[in-house]
């Protein structure tokens, strides 16, 4: 499993109505406990709004590599 998994996030973002909170919350435990520690840091800042343009600039990648 990658830890980005695309449905993942997609399963986040789409969690609406109730229960959806805890839903969102077991679907990102799930997907950090799967994430290398760079994954972690990269993950956070996507999510949480931090990510600088060109963060992934010259890797040649992206998440979902």
Not at 24 to 49: I, N, P, W
Request: proline share 3%.
């Amino acid at each position: 499993d990658r830890a980005a998994d695309p449905p993942a996030l997609s399963e986040m973002a789409e969690a609406a109505g109730a229960g959806s909170q805890t839903r969102r919350s077991g679907l990102l435990l799930d997907l950090m406990s799967k994430s290398t520690e760079a994954e972690q840091v990269f993950l956070r800042g996507l999510l949480g709004g931090n990510l600088r343009q060109g963060a992934l600039a010259g890797r040649g990648q992206t998440l979902l590599d």
